[in-house]
């Protein structure tokens, strides 16, 4: 167990809808990754907040959001869904951005 | 930008044996972190091991250990003594530590299958 909890396991839906997925970092981490793992993508970077804050941007489509709480945990929102959205989104939180612990990862598919 | 390159999609190897898993990247960077990720079929990542670039000396952790040759951008796993439990997949993964640019970059994967 990292101590990095994402909440749902795995999300079901359809073309065109919105859906939120939330994550909660390790105890005293500041720093929180959103990474997204897909068959012909791989594992991307998506995006990186610290203390509340967008640090760092990656392969994050427009129709993607995220942002980060003063309890520092952080919601990733995609809209607009698409059959290739179809994904394992992971969390990872770090304190200064070296190591990085990964959740269990949240489990997206699109119909 | 950075890239990691994985040039070994599978790999197999009898249990009790020693394997080692390949990994070559790219960076213009001299200030930064390589690690070994291991992905079991559960699809949790789980950190193996870290070398820091600024260290000569290889890591070791258990029985995972990394030769990590930096003028050739190389940075290889080796796991002795396999173990069922080993098997997964496996991603060499670089992150710079240049603020604001704190983002793993992966390898492809080696899936690695340890046979009984």
């Known amino acids: 167990d990292s101590g990095v909890t994402q909440t749902p396991k795995h999300l079901i839906t359809a073309t065109g809808q919105r859906v939120t997925l939330r994550c909660s970092p390790r105890?005293?981490?500041?720093?929180v990754y959103w990474y997204q793992q897909s068959l012909d993508q791989g594992l991307q970077f998506l995006i990186q907040?610290?203390?509340?804050?967008?640090?760092a941007k990656g392969n994050i489509l427009e129709r993607f959001s995220a942002q980060q709480f003063p309890d520092l945990h952080s919601e990733l929102n995609l809209s607009s869904l698409e059959l290739g959205d179809s994904a394992l989104y992971f969390c990872?939180?770090?304190?200064?951005?070296?190591?990085?612990?990964f959740g269990p990862g949240t489990r997206l598919t699109v119909l | 930008a950075q890239t990691v390159t994985q040039s070994q999609p599978e790999m197999s190897v009898q249990e009790a044996e020693t394997v080692t898993l390949s990994c070559t990247y790219d960076?213009?960077?001299?200030?930064?972190?390589l690690f070994w990720y291991k992905q079991p079929p559960s699809r949790q990542m789980i950190l193996v091991i870290r070398?820091?670039?600024?260290?000569?000396q290889n890591a070791t952790e258990n029985r995972f250990s990394v030769n990590f040759q930096k003028a050739a951008k190389s940075f290889s796993l080796k796991i002795s003594d396999s173990q069922l439990g080993d098997t997964a997949m496996y991603f060499c993964?670089?992150?710079?530590?240049?603020?604001?640019?704190?983002?793993?970059?992966f390898g492809t994967g080696t899936r690695l299958t340890i046979i009984p």
């Open positions: 993964a670089f992150i710079s530590r240049v603020f604001g640019n704190e983002k793993l970059t």
């Open positions: 105890s005293g981490d500041l720093s």
């Open positions: 990872a939180s770090s304190i200064r951005g070296s190591e990085q612990f």
């Open positions: 070398q820091e670039a600024y260290k000569q």
């Open positions: 960076t213009s960077e001299n200030n930064y972190y």
């Open positions: 907040y610290y203390n509340g804050e967008e640090r």
